[in-house]
């Protein structure tokens, strides 16, 4: 495991540093990506650590030009104004509604569309729109490496959590499957390392949110059910102390049933209720 605050060089172009909040949601912490060599780019800060702040500017100097963020919850993009006032550098992202889980202190230049480029003496970063973990989630290919700057929306070593309303599972599918639109060579996630095979952790992925999908489908039955009844079928394999987080993706997948005129809500004593439309 890389030691917080070491700069580890990954390829001609990247370097990484890994931020000092790992935990059950984060695995070894916040990757933060530098990229290129005389005008630089950061790749998701992280958390407004001192420590880490310290170490980015340490191996930043005075070349840095863009900070981008792929969202902003508290654990990618804290640490970016802090940075932006230091070097002077432009916040590249989007903003999202507030939905008690988002970073307010980002405030990027303008909102950064799908397709839309920045770049460097070497390096060209290209934003691929992925809505699903967040609504405001953007991926960045260096075009040069072939390698996909994924933040939360693909992770090594932990599921992806969704969280209603910004975070969507119909979308969240369609954007992995976004990813085998361009040439990526290696995904380089928000938290853990790098994925060699792109295409075989997207296939990977959508199989293990359908069989989940799956199973909500066929845990429910035409009698009403609540999230906290459904999760203990729904999420067996899981453990017992992540099904508070596993009802946030749970109610993601319900959702997406309802959507698609597959389930019917109803209230009972003032709980949402799910069942299966016959
Ligand atoms: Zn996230």
């Not at 390698?147 to 979308?171: K, L, R, W, Y």
């Not at 994925?195 to 293990?208: S, T």
């Not at 009698?223 to 453990?239: F, M, N, R």
């Amino acid at each position: 495991m890389q030691p917080h605050g070491e700069v580890r060089s990954l390829s001609a172009g990247v370097r990484r540093i890994v931020a000092p909040n790992p935990g059950p949601m984060t695995g070894p912490g916040t990757n933060t990506y530098i990229v290129g060599e005389t005008d630089l780019v950061v790749v998701d800060p992280g958390p407004a650590e001192p420590s880490h702040i310290e170490a980015i500017l340490n191996c930043v100097g005075d070349r840095l030009k863009f900070i981008a963020c792929t969202h902003t919850h508290p654990d990618h993009s804290p640490a970016a104004a802090r940075l932006a006032e230091a070097t002077g550098a432009t916040l590249i992202g989007r903003v999202t509604a507030d939905d008690q889980h988002q970073d307010l202190t980002f405030q990027p230049a303008a909102q950064i569309e799908d397709d839309d480029c920045i770049a460097g003496e070497g390096w060209t970063l290209r934003a691929i729109r992925t809505p699903g973990h967040v609504d405001n989630h953007v991926c960045f290919l260096l075009e040069e490496e072939g390698m996909v700057f994924a933040g939360d929306h693909i992770m090594n070593g932990s599921t992806v959590v969704i969280v209603p309303p910004g975070g969507n599972m119909a979308d969240y599918i369609v954007s992995l499957r976004r990813l085998l639109d361009y040439d990526v060579k290696v995904v380089a996630p928000g938290h853990g390392e790098l994925i060699p095979d792109c295409r075989g952790e997207v296939e990977k992925l959508v199989r293990h949110r359908l069989m989940r999908e799956a199973k909500v489908a066929s845990a429910l039955g035409s009698a009403p059910q609540s999230l906290d009844g459904l999760v203990t079928t729904v999420y067996d394999d899981v453990d017992p102390a992540m099904h508070e987080w596993a009802k946030l993706s749970l109610l993601a997948h319900l959702i997406k049933l309802e959507g698609e005129g597959r389930t019917l809500k109803s209230t009972v004593e003032g709980v949402d209720h799910w069942a299966l439309i016959a």
